[in-house]
């Protein structure tokens, strides 16, 4: 069976180990809707980035398709609910920029405790010699996370890596919610699990790292930050669905909070007239939180072998819509459809 493979968007290097396995490979940088679905009408997998969203229009006419592969864990360009309907895998890279995410967060919170940029800026104007006085008041403006308390929104992979950095810094407690997480499991990192509630309320740095959900879509609204102390410091490098943005403006405006740094917005690039970024407490960054040429080149291999493996009848490196399995089982029984022809990977998930 020949099999044909689509790349879209930002090219993927390791476009070869499909040019090796002898299936075609079709690179492409589409502007518009009809444009992706012109590409996927034909192909058997495709490997895409946040843009283009293969919704459920894309992928109910694309019929040969069996793999959409995202490089990083978010996969919210994807229709999940389509895609499972249709029996075509969902897949995503796991842990390629885990170190990265947290350090970036990490780094977000440093920049605002120690006031990185303000003094920084200060010093490039000349301010340190002509006007002293200025350079005086940052000390008193600075603040230490040791014997306060973090919180974590989201104890995933990302957000255990952030608990294992923030420890050294000697925090009095490290909270978090997450409904899916066993208290034995956050036990393991120093972390006690408590109510969103309570998550906000009690932390005086807290730090975003959870998927883009319809649960977590605007969690973070004029309710929560009401919730929060005014000396609060809120970090994003998770989503930006999942801080609804004019109530961030608000609540920066107001000093329902201090500050807050993000790496997401709602609408990325984020526009230049937007009033976030005319506010003084708020840093921001251009989704680059999970970017180093390391997590780059694993998230290209395993991108492509996500695509390659399932095509092959192997396990891939992250499946987001495990529940297709069932879908592809009753359509092999029935009418294979798409995977006719196509050897089976569930066997190997199994293993």
Same mark, same amino acid.
């Given at each position: ?18 040019? $090796?396995?002898?299936?075609?490979? @079709? ?21 895409? /980035? ?10 109910? $006419? ?105 420890? /050294?810094? /000697? ?9 899916? @997480? ?8 120093? @972390? ?21 959900? $319809? ?17 609060? @410091? ?105 995977? $006719? ?11």
């Amino acid at each position: 069976m020949a099999l044909k493979v689509a790349s879209i968007g930002r090219p993927n290097p390791r476009v070869d180990i499909f040019k $090796a396995a002898g299936i075609e490979v @079709v690179e492409a940088e589409p502007t518009t809707t009809a444009e992706v679905i012109d590409i996927l009408k034909d192909v058997d997998g495709a490997m895409i /980035g946040i843009w283009p969203l293969t919704d459920r229009q894309v992928l109910e $006419a694309s019929p040969k398709l069996k793999v959409v592969s995202r490089s990083g864990v978010g996969v919210d360009s994807i229709d999940l609910d389509a895609a499972t309907e249709l029996g075509i895998c969902a897949c995503n890279t796991p842990g390629i920029n885990t170190s990265e995410v947290a350090d970036h967060a990490m780094a977000l919170l440093l920049s605002i405790t120690r006031l990185v940029p303000e003094q920084r800026a200060a010093i490039k104007q000349g301010k340190w010699s002509d006007d002293p006085a200025q350079m005086l008041e940052f000390r008193g403006k600075l603040r230490r996370i040791a014997g306060h308390t973090v919180g974590i929104f989201g104890l995933g992979n990302i957000g255990k890596a952030f608990a294992s950095r923030v420890r /050294g810094f /000697g925090p009095e407690r490290i909270i978090a919610y997450d409904p899916y @997480v066993p208290q034995t499991t956050a036990d393991l990192y120093g @972390v006690q699990l408590v109510e969103f509630d309570e998550l906000l309320a009690e932390s005086d740095y807290i730090t975003i790292h959870t998927p883009a959900t $319809a649960e977590t879509n605007h969690i973070f609204d004029r309710t929560a930050f009401d919730k929060m102390k005014p000396t609060a @410091v809120l970090i994003n490098c998770a989503r930006g669905p999942i801080v609804d943005p004019a109530s961030l403006f608000v609540a920066l405006k107001e000093g329902s909070i201090s500050a807050a740094g993000i790496d997401v917005t709602e609408i990325e690039p984020i526009d230049p007239e937007d009033p976030l970024l005319t506010l003084p407490n708020l840093t921001i960054t251009p989704h680059t939180a999970g970017s180093s040429p390391t997590s780059g080149a694993a998230g290209s291999i395993k991108q492509a072998e996500n695509v390659l493996r399932i095509l092959q009848g192997q396990a891939p490196h992250g499946l987001a819509n495990p529940e297709v399995i069932k879908t592809i089982a009753v359509m092999r029984a029935t009418d294979p459809g798409r995977w $006719a022809g196509c050897p089976d990977f569930s066997t190997a998930l199994a293993l």
